[in-house]
């Protein structure tokens, strides 16, 4: 280590001033410490606080904690429980605590690799002062040859090429003294970069914070309390928002520790090792959770009866076997007006679309569907599913004079199917329709078809026909109910559509990110919230997981209209 003698004024240096230069070099040796007591380490981490509350909190992390409460609290489509809220509040906020982490990184390696940042290997690194009073360095001071007229040990600034005395011509008090970005001679920190750190700048920006999450707050219960007005539920109280501050504050808590602890992991482990750990810790969740939770709609429901009616499929003269129509089969056979006729194929009931198709044609045929004066084709959601009050509109508008057939094309949830096969809906609507409008033309006195799809159901019903021309010769009219992405009936067509304006499935779509949805011919239910860019595309995420959960006529939710309103053939 070599020793610079320093100027006269260094002896009057005082400790404090060493403390700027130990983030540059931390000692490369050291004597671990005694373990603490716990009255120790109580006492440092009540100093560590009182010292964070006298600095402030670091600018970047309360920009992110404030503006992710905020975006979280920005109004949404339906009712929201405080457990709900509080989720939503949380991963807002770490993923933003993230993003300004990373970018804090990144700006700290840039200006880490700044010129005149970071000296080359053999270059000067600075330790102290030596016990003699000198200031005690790395390695020899580095030189550059002779350059423009200017002496061979003179240091080039890395800011314009500017020469520089060579550092053992400085006195070290200039050296000590100044800030740490001229002590390593970048001059062009920014103005952020400075005040950052200042801790009346820090209390600035935490009052501000704190001020606008405050009024997100009140805004947000104001708006909640608005939607529950609206829908006839109970409105908010103070214990609502406790709930979501207490379980907000505890859940980011858990996601920092956690995110920290994986960080910490695989610095120690390698991001290969991480990886292979993460595949076989998913394996399990692969194979057996995945297909659990996707399963529901293929069981049968233990708590139904089998029919005794012969116009129902799943009864002792039935084509169709009770085990194979499935929960929602058995559900939709069991259902709605007593002298209907009722016809399911579930998944099971044949191995492929055309077989299920003729069967379902079979069927009907056998119980009688195609002596009632209407046909109504349902088709399904994901899980094959068919609302109940879809069936009781259906007799409010028929009377008992009408059948309703219905293939089951996926047990999967909606959303599953819609994310890995929607275009089975589109088939299976489409085989059925066909299959029996050409058995209807073989018969002297056909009944009138209709079709009829909720959600999934709509989106695939309305794949059938080529245009408003084709439905109108083909159906006598169509009925879409919480068609995904909304849109209204196409000009000239007998075709009615049911979309809530809180309806999240009616909302949600791609585009939904940086476009306002289609709301065209959605009916105002609720009072409906101004588009954000982004923002709306979250919130409206989450309120798709309670879109069944709003009270009937909202949300995802539709009445005995989804058959009362299906128009006329003329």
């Not at 003179?154 to 005395?165: A, N, S, V, Y």
């Not at 309703?404 to 094309?409: F, G, K, R």
């Not at 809180?502 to 990110?513: A, N």
Request: hydrophobic share 45%; with cysteine.
């Amino acid at each position: 280590m070599k020793d610079i003698a320093p100027a006269a004024s260094v002896q009057s240096l005082r400790p404090p001033a060493l403390f700027l230069l130990r983030p540059f070099a931390p000692p490369r040796t050291g004597v671990a410490a005694p373990p603490l007591s716990p009255a120790a380490i109580a006492t440092t981490a009540r100093g560590n606080f009182r010292r964070l509350l006298d600095r402030g909190f670091p600018v970047g992390a309360t920009l992110a904690v404030a503006l992710g409460t905020m975006l979280s609290l920005t109004p949404g489509l339906l009712p929201r429980s405080a457990a709900t809220q509080a989720v939503l509040t949380s991963v807002l906020v770490v993923a933003l605590l993230g993003i300004a982490r990373i970018c804090g990184v990144l700006h700290s390696r840039r200006r880490r690799g700044a010129p005149g940042r970071r000296l080359p290997h053999g270059g000067i690194g600075f330790r102290g002062l030596s016990p003699s009073g000198a200031l005690s360095t790395d390695g020899p001071f580095p030189a550059s040859p002779a350059r423009d007229g200017q002496p061979a040990n003179t240091l080039i600034d890395g800011i314009g090429g500017r020469p520089r005395r060579a550092l053992a011509d400085r006195p070290a008090h200039l050296l000590i003294g100044r800030r740490a970005g001229a002590f390593t001679g970048d001059r062009s920190r920014a103005a952020a970069d400075l005040m950052a750190g200042v801790p009346a700048v820090r209390h600035l920006v935490l009052s501000a914070a704190v001020s606008a999450a405050a009024v997100a707050v009140l805004h947000a219960v104001s708006w909640q309390n608005t939607l529950r007005d609206a829908m006839g539920v109970a409105r908010t109280g103070p214990e609502h928002w406790f709930f979501w501050a207490i379980g907000s504050l505890v859940l980011s808590v858990v996601l920092v520790a956690a995110a920290s602890g994986a960080g910490r992991l695989l610095r120690r482990i390698g991001w290969s090792r991480g990886l292979v750990m993460a595949v076989v810790a998913t394996l399990p969740l692969a194979f057996f959770g995945v297909p659990a939770a996707v399963s529901g709609g293929g069981g049968a429901d233990s708590g139904l009866v089998r029919p005794a009616a012969v116009t129902r499929s799943g009864s002792a003269e039935s084509l169709v076997s009770w085990a194979s129509l499935g929960r929602e089969g058995q559900r939709f056979v069991t259902n709605g007006p007593a002298a209907a006729v009722r016809v399911y194929v579930g998944l099971r009931s044949a191995p492929d679309l055309a077989s299920r198709t003729e069967l379902a044609v079979r069927e009907l045929e056998r119980a009688g569907a195609f002596d009632r004066s209407h046909l109504v084709v349902a088709v399904p959601t994901g899980s094959g599913w068919v609302d109940a009050r879809a069936l009781r509109g259906f007799g409010a508008r028929f009377g008992a004079d009408f059948a309703v057939a219905a293939l089951q094309y996926s047990h999967l949830p909606s959303w599953a199917t819609f994310v890995l096969g929607r275009d089975s809906a589109a088939a299976s609507a489409r085989a059925l329709f066909t299959a029996i409008e050409e058995h209807a033309a073989t018969l002297p006195d056909p009944p009138r078809l209709y079709l009829y799809g909720q959600s999934l159901g709509a989106l695939g019903g309305s794949a059938v026909f080529a245009g408003a021309a084709e439905q109108n010769r083909r159906a006598c009219s169509v009925l879409w109910a919480g068609m995904p992405g909304g849109g209204g009936p196409e000009p000239g067509a007998r075709t009615a559509v049911l979309a809530n304006t809180s309806d999240p499935v009616v909302h949600w779509t791609p585009d939904l990110l940086w476009r306002p949805p289609d709301l065209t011919g959605a009916r105002r239910d609720a009072p409906a919230p101004g588009w954000l860019p982004v923002v709306s595309f979250v919130q409206t995420t989450v309120d798709l997981l309670g879109a069944l959960a709003a009270p009937p006529g909202h949300g995802h939710r539709y009445d005995v209209d989804q058959g009362t309103a299906l128009p006329g053939c003329e």
